[in-house]
């Protein structure tokens, strides 16, 4: 049989085989092995969801995020929808910013539940705070140019290491850096960085234009975000982190056109999954 909207044979994906007939339901069976195989082209070949319903499911995602919303505004199934959002989340973690030209803001900040709502024998061990918490650390690079911003989860603690092979990935050699008066950021000027910082611990935020307060405006608002979506595993976290830095990054731009982005992102990173 042949696909006359390509003038080409229907091709059974078990084994090749270029001969079969229709069943039920747009499905045909190989005439060689046997086996069932459809013929509707999805963009993402493990999630059964039409181009139609992909673009449902970003037009609500976009506007109320909520699995339960757009399953009821779509139609389309809730175990369907979650896996659809959770793709969604992972191309927008995936997509990250070109290479910072500079000035960049540079600082960390660290997510973790309130320590009134831990277990009582984690209670009871005395509290540390800023760089002596267990808390996961979070950092993030913020470009004054383009107004975008880079975020990564750290494994656990902060690494000097990590923290230079991630500043000479995601921006240019001699990069002029900004950060606060951490004393693991004073070693950056050694490593090749032009490097300034003030001093939070001597009350100093801003002199002239050296500051971190755009950097520190984006954690309010990551904060925000995730207090509003409630708890979630560790190994997730990156995909609700990636969620808020994509849609941070495109603000400017109008809804449809975000909409016609990720849309091709889910075509670009969906085969991959």
């Not at 389309?76 to 929808?81: E, F, N």
């Not at 909409?259 to 992102?265: D, H």
């Amino acid at each position: 049989m042949t696909n006359f909207a390509t003038n080409m044979p229907y091709t059974c994906p078990h084994c090749s085989y270029t001969r079969s007939w229709s069943i039920r339901r747009q499905k045909r069976k190989c005439k060689q092995c046997r086996r069932e195989f459809g013929v509707r082209q999805y963009p993402v070949p493990t999630i059964y969801s039409t181009e139609r319903e992909w673009k449902q499911c970003i037009y609500v995602f976009l506007r109320q995020r909520a699995v339960l919303a757009i399953s009821s505004e779509t139609g389309v199934p809730h175990c369907r929808v979650s896996r659809m959002v959770q793709l969604l989340r992972a191309c927008m973690a995936a997509d990250t910013p070109p290479v910072f030209t500079g000035p960049v803001e540079f600082d960390e900040t660290y997510i973790g539940g309130q320590r009134k709502n831990k277990k009582l024998h984690i209670r009871r061990i005395k509290a540390k705070k800023g760089h002596g918490t267990e808390k996961l650390p979070i950092m993030g690079i913020f470009d004054r140019t383009i107004k975008q911003v880079y975020v990564e989860i750290m494994p656990w603690k902060l690494n000097m290491p990590h923290i230079i092979a991630t500043l000479r990935t995601h921006a240019v050699q001699n990069v002029l850096v900004y950060t606060d008066g951490f004393k693991m950021y004073r070693g950056l000027a050694k490593r090749g960085f032009r490097h300034a910082y003030v001093d939070h611990d001597d009350g100093e935020y801003v002199r002239g234009v050296i500051h971190t307060n755009n950097m520190e405006g984006f954690w309010g608002l990551l904060k925000r975000k995730l207090g509003c979506i409630g708890g979630m595993r560790r190994d997730r976290l990156y995909l609700f982190v990636g969620e808020i830095a994509w849609k941070f990054n495109h603000r400017t731009l109008p809804l449809r056109k975000q909409e016609e982005l990720l849309l091709a992102l889910v075509k670009k990173f969906g085969g991959r999954n």
